[in-house]
């Protein structure tokens, strides 16, 4: 199974779409594709979902290979490849049948040119317009969950980062085994521009990884 994990690695580690992002703002995160590559783009997520012994989610696509699970980030309810609670119990499902299944160990990736933008912040806004602490409680709940998922997660996980990882999406990687990022990956966690404390436990793993001072 070695071969097939180090393609499947590979591959999505020199992908040669030419995208360059722009921007994260105080109310929203702006990406602007300066080569207009949307068109390969979809044809790249649709040949992916197309791939015999692809378990089709929405906003997922997750692959049985030998001797390990391929699960992808390929949002159709986010934009960007962010997590909302749907895209993220749809990685739990993944997770927890990986976990049970002969999958000796798992590579996270995703589809497209962006790793993950971190949490969807539009989503979350829409459901605070009625009960304000309810939805917050739930929306908790829901990254706590989610978190948590890669902290029990006991086969090892393998990240392939592709693009931009920001915020959750950025956190959660030294919450797995091993990251390999390719030269289009860069890394942000712009907490204190939207006022929002640390997730994904980054206030331990952060500190512990670079160093108290960075």
């Given amino acids: 199974g070695t071969p097939t994990f180090m393609e499947a690695l590979a591959a999505n580690g020199t992908t040669n ?3 360059s992002v722009t921007g994260v703002t105080a109310s929203k995160r702006r990406f602007i594709d ?6 390969f783009d979809k044809r790249l997520r649709f040949s992916v979902r197309q791939t015999e012994s692809a378990y089709r989610y929405r906003d997922i696509v997750v692959r ?18 962010s997590l909302n609670p749907e895209v993220m119990k749809e990685v739990q499902s993944a997770l927890n049948t990986a976990a049970a299944d002969d999958s ?49 997660f006991k ?30 990956a860069w890394f942000q966690t712009p907490y204190t521009t939207f006022g929002q404390s640390p997730d994904g436990c980054s206030s331990l793993t952060f500190p512990r990884i670079m160093g108290l001072a960075s």
């Fill in 155 to 184: 086969k090892p996980i393998i990240v392939a980062v592709n693009g931009p990882a920001i915020g959750l999406g950025a956190s959660i990687l030294p919450l797995c085994d091993v990251v390999w990022a390719n030269e289009k």
């Fill in 64 to 81: 049985k290979q030998d001797g390990f699970t391929h699960i992808l980030l390929s949002t159709k309810s986010s934009e960007n490849n």
């Fill in 34 to 39: 300066d080569r207009r590559d949307q068109p």
């Fill in 17 to 19: 779409l030419q995208t």
């Fill in 104 to 152: 000796k160990l798992v590579l996270f990736s995703a589809v497209g040119s962006i790793f993950c933008c971190g949490l969807d912040f539009i989503y979350f806004i829409r459901r605070l317009t009625d009960d304000r602490k309810k939805e917050s409680t739930k929306m908790a709940e829901a990254i706590r969950n989610f978190v948590n998922t890669f902290i029990q």
